[in-house]
């Protein structure tokens, strides 16, 4: 009855050996995927808007359409990284300054992707298709269809701009 302890000690220590604790940290430390857009001229060269933005998503639902701010009134605004929906359609709407919108309208195809049990799955996209209005932008470029996890530029906002130099 003494080394009865000892004996579940050794059996607990050989048992929780044999089974590896959960290894979260072969997670990747970015679980979501989000597109990244860059604004540029309609010479391709970087450009901030200096005024302020504010980027809404818009969901459509049978019944309901559902507003999201996901970006309140940022200034000096170069790049944006926006998350897509889960649908087959993702609809922003930048609002500027100056009470102007333009609405973009992204079509994609869901791609669910199984990490481990640990980590779950996560939702990459692939981009078919892009358009937008022309109020404020002169025009949405589709860079590299493929949105994962890694931060790389998805598409290109084109504002045109006007030379002062000239």
Same mark, same amino acid.
């Given at each position: 009855?003494?080394?009865?302890?000892?004996?579940? !000690? @050794?059996?607990?220590?050989?048992?929780?050996?044999?089974?590896?604790?959960?290894?979260?940290?072969?997670c990747?430390?970015?679980?979501?995927?989000?597109?990244?857009?860059?604004?540029?001229?309609?010479?391709g060269?970087?450009?901030?808007?200096?005024?302020?933005?504010?980027?809404? !998503?818009?969901?459509?639902?049978?019944d309901?359409?559902?507003?999201?701010?996901? @970006?309140?009134?940022?200034?000096?605004?170069?790049?944006?990284?926006?998350?897509?929906?889960? !649908?087959?359609?993702?609809?922003?709407?930048?609002?500027?300054?100056? &009470?102007q919108?333009?609405?973009?309208?992204?079509?994609? &195809?869901?791609?669910?992707?199984?990490?481990?049990?640990?980590? !779950?799955?996560?939702?990459?996209? =692939?981009?078919?298709g892009?358009?937008?209005?022309? &109020?404020?932008?002169d025009?949405?470029?589709?860079?590299?269809?493929?949105?994962?996890?890694? =931060?790389?530029?998805?598409?290109?906002?084109?504002?045109?701009?006007?030379?002062?130099?000239?």
């Amino acid at each position: 009855m003494k080394k009865l302890p000892i004996v579940l !000690g @050794i059996l607990l220590v050989t048992v929780v050996s044999f089974f590896p604790a959960c290894e979260v940290e072969n997670c990747p430390p970015n679980a979501l995927a989000y597109a990244q857009f860059a604004f540029v001229d309609q010479y391709g060269r970087s450009v901030q808007y200096t005024d302020t933005l504010t980027v809404i !998503g818009q969901l459509e639902t049978a019944d309901t359409t559902i507003y999201d701010t996901l @970006i309140n009134k940022s200034t000096n605004t170069s790049t944006l990284s926006l998350p897509l929906s889960y !649908g087959e359609q993702t609809r922003f709407i930048f609002q500027y300054a100056n &009470r102007q919108s333009d609405i973009l309208t992204i079509t994609h &195809r869901n791609i669910p992707y199984f990490i481990n049990l640990d980590c !779950g799955t996560m939702m990459f996209y =692939e981009v078919t298709g892009a358009e937008t209005t022309t &109020r404020m932008l002169d025009s949405l470029v589709i860079t590299n269809p493929n949105i994962d996890n890694y =931060e790389k530029e998805n598409f290109k906002i084109y504002f045109t701009i006007s030379d002062t130099n000239e």
